[in-house]
């Protein structure tokens, strides 16, 4: 039900809230800040005219409804089991790259996802193909958007393909 395509917008918030006790997150969003200190500590005119961008702690956005959906068949996905272990991460993984609107994709193979642990800390590496979702997967594991072990610590980075 939740994957379909004419659930949208708020439908899906509030279905997502009534049905599931989630809400749509927001992503906080980072920006090159302007090095700024005491009175005579930067070089003058290191930065171009014109180029000067404010950066404004805690901006943040919505997230579209094809990653809310895919966030929340994360979380709420049962077909894997409840153990954590290397092969259920790579699961959760490649469903969330390649299921789009939160489907649940036949995963055949988990080949272009690298999961290496290391004393508490798995070193993940995941493929952006192009669309994006390999870079918000990414922000959402470094955010908790997606539910993991919190014992655990994860280094993740994206692979574009």
Same mark, same amino acid.
């Given at each position: &039900? #939740?994957?379909?395509?004419?659930?949208?917008?708020? @439908?899906?918030?509030?279905?997502?809230?009534?049905?599931?006790?989630?809400? !749509?997150?927001?992503? =906080?969003?980072?920006?090159?800040?302007? +090095? !700024? *200190?005491? $009175?005579?500590?930067?070089?003058?005119?290191?930065?171009?005219? +014109?180029? @000067?961008?404010?950066?404004? /702690?805690?901006?943040?956005? $919505?997230? /579209?409804?094809?990653?809310?959906?895919?966030? @929340?068949?994360?979380?709420?996905?049962?077909?894997?089991?409840?153990?954590?272990?290397?092969?259920?991460?790579?699961? !959760? @993984?490649?469903?969330?790259?390649?299921?789009?609107?939160?489907?649940?994709?036949?995963? =055949?193979?988990?080949?272009?996802?690298?999961? &290496?642990?290391?004393? *508490?800390?798995?070193?993940?590496?995941? /493929?952006?193909?192009?669309?994006?979702? *390999?870079?918000? #997967?990414?922000?959402?594991?470094? =955010?908790? #958007?997606?539910?993991? /072990?919190?014992?655990?610590?994860?280094?993740?980075?994206?692979?574009?393909?």
């Amino acid at each position: &039900m #939740l994957t379909s395509p004419a659930i949208t917008g708020e @439908l899906l918030d509030w279905i997502a809230a009534g049905i599931y006790g989630e809400f !749509r997150p927001l992503l =906080q969003i980072s920006e090159d800040a302007i +090095a !700024r *200190g005491a $009175y005579n500590t930067i070089d003058y005119n290191n930065v171009a005219y +014109a180029k @000067l961008r404010n950066y404004v /702690p805690g901006s943040a956005s $919505y997230v /579209p409804d094809d990653y809310f959906k895919r966030i @929340l068949t994360w979380n709420f996905y049962k077909g894997d089991g409840s153990h954590f272990c290397i092969n259920w991460f790579k699961r !959760r @993984l490649a469903r969330f790259i390649h299921g789009v609107n939160g489907i649940d994709p036949p995963v =055949q193979s988990t080949f272009d996802i690298s999961v &290496m642990p290391d004393k *508490g800390i798995f070193f993940v590496s995941i /493929p952006d193909y192009g669309d994006g979702v *390999g870079h918000f #997967l990414k922000d959402a594991i470094d =955010q908790s #958007l997606v539910k993991l /072990p919190f014992i655990y610590t994860y280094s993740v980075t994206v692979v574009e393909q």
